[in-house]
C-alpha cells in the first residue's frame, strides 16, 4: 500500500501535468501578435475606447497609429503600403478611385457626418457676415469643401462672386481664429476650443451645422488598397479584420448608456479633450442617432449608408466634382458593394464572426 507521501507526491504530479496542460492549451489558441500601421486625422471615439479598454491587445493586435496632417500623402503613404488601413472620407475615395483610377476600398463606415459644421472666425456670427470673406481649405476641391459650398449656395452667397478660398491646410485653426473667415471642420476638432476658458471673443461661432442640409451623410471609412484584399489569409488583411473586430467591440461598448461616464472620462484621458464641457459635447454627437458613431444607418455593423453614399455623391456632382468620369458612369453600379469594389464587406463580415 503506497504512504501518504508518495500518494502526495502523485497527485501534485497530475496536477502539474493537468495545469501544465490547461496553460499550453490556453497559449495555443491565442491568436499570433500582428501589427497593424493605422493613419488617421483624428481620434475616434471607438478608437479611444478599444486602446484604452485593452481591446485591441484583447485580439492580438499592437496598432501603431500615425497622425495624417493631409489626404494627399496619407493616400499614396496607403497605396505604397506604408500604411495599411487609413480612417478617411469616403469622399476621397469617389474621387480618387472615379476621377484618377486609384483603386481604394471602404471596408467598413465609422461615422455618418462627423457633426461637420462650418465655422465662422469671432467677428463673424452669421452667414451673411461671412460674404466677402474668405473660406480656409485644406484643397479647394475636397469633399468637405464641396460641402460647404453648397451650404453657402442655400444662402445666396457663391463662389468666387461672394467668397474666396485660401488653401492653408493645417494653419485653418490659427488663421480662424485671427477673424475675417470661416471654415469647415468636425465639430470635434474645434470643440475644445469652443469649451476652453478663454474670453468669448477669441472662440469660433457656429454658422452652420452639415446635418441640418444633407442628411444623412457617408463619411469616415476605414479605407484600404483595394489589393490588400485579394489576399484574406496574408497578415495585413488579418490584422485589419482583428482591427475591425476590436472597433466593432468598442462601438457597441460606445451604443450602451450605461457607460457614457466612463467615455466621458476615456474622451478627457486620452481622446484629447480635457475640458469636461468637449468632452461631453462630442459624446452627444457621437452617441446621435442620425450623425454619430452609431448612427442607425450602420446598424451596428460599420454599414456604409446607401443614402448617405448618394448624398455625397450628388454633392460633388452639383459643382463638377466627377470631371474625370466618362459620361453615362452608372453610380449605382459602382457604389453596389462587392470584391475589390468602392465597398467591400468581405473583410468586415469575417470580423462580425469574432464579435
Do not use: C, H
Not at 469643401?145 to 449656395?153: G, P, Q, T
Not at 459620361?327 to 470584391?339: H, L, Q, R
Amino acid at each position: 500500500m503506497p504512504s501518504f507521501t508518495t500518494i502526495r507526491s502523485l497527485l501534485g504530479l497530475f496536477l502539474t501535468l493537468s495545469l501544465g496542460s490547461s496553460a499550453a492549451d490556453s497559449a495555443s489558441k491565442k491568436p499570433k501578435p500582428l501589427t497593424l500601421n493605422f493613419g488617421s486625422f483624428s481620434n475616434r471615439t471607438s478608437y479611444v475606447i478599444a486602446a484604452e479598454l485593452g481591446y485591441f491587445n484583447d485580439v492580438g493586435l499592437i496598432v501603431n497609429q500615425t497622425g495624417v496632417a493631409g489626404s494627399i500623402v496619407a493616400y499614396q503613404n496607403l497605396l505604397d503600403g506604408g500604411l495599411d488601413v487609413l480612417e478617411g472620407t469616403i469622399d476621397n475615395i469617389l474621387d480618387r478611385r472615379f476621377n484618377q483610377g486609384q483603386q481604394f476600398s471602404a471596408v467598413a463606415q465609422t461615422d455618418q457626418g462627423d457633426g461637420l459644421t462650418l465655422f465662422g472666425s469671432p467677428d463673424i456670427t452669421s452667414i451673411q457676415q461671412f460674404r466677402g470673406k474668405t473660406l480656409l481649405v485644406d484643397s479647394p476641391t475636397s469633399g468637405y469643401v464641396l460641402l460647404a459650398r453648397r451650404i453657402l449656395s442655400l444662402y445666396g452667397l457663391q463662389y468666387p462672386d461672394d467668397y474666396s478660398f485660401a488653401a492653408v491646410g493645417a494653419q485653418r485653426v490659427a488663421q480662424l481664429l485671427a477673424g475675417g473667415a470661416a471654415t469647415i471642420f468636425p465639430y470635434q476638432v474645434l470643440a475644445n476650443l469652443i469649451a476652453a476658458a478663454a474670453p468669448a471673443p477669441q472662440k469660433p461661432n457656429i454658422l452652420a451645422r452639415a446635418q441640418d442640409f444633407v442628411n444623412p451623410l457617408s463619411d469616415l471609412v476605414l479605407t484600404v488598397a483595394s489589393s490588400t484584399l485579394t489576399n484574406p489569409n496574408g497578415d495585413k488583411y488579418l490584422a485589419i479584420q482583428r482591427f475591425v473586430t476590436a472597433l466593432l467591440r468598442a462601438n457597441a461598448y460606445l451604443a450602451k448608456p450605461a457607460n457614457k461616464r466612463k467615455v466621458i472620462q476615456l474622451l478627457q484621458r486620452s481622446g484629447g479633450y480635457s475640458p469636461a464641457a468637449a468632452a461631453e459635447a462630442v459624446y452627444g454627437y457621437v452617441t446621435d442617432p442620425a450623425v454619430g458613431e452609431i448612427a442607425t444607418d450602420q446598424m451596428g455593423r460599420f454599414d456604409v449608408s446607401r443614402q448617405g453614399l448618394l448624398n455625397v455623391i450628388d454633392v460633388r456632382n452639383q459643382f463638377g466634382g466627377f470631371a474625370g468620369v466618362a459620361e453615362g458612369f452608372d453610380f449605382v453600379d459602382a457604389i453596389t458593394p462587392g470584391p475589390g469594389k468602392l465597398i467591400d464587406y468581405a473583410l468586415r463580415d469575417r470580423a462580425l464572426k469574432d464579435v
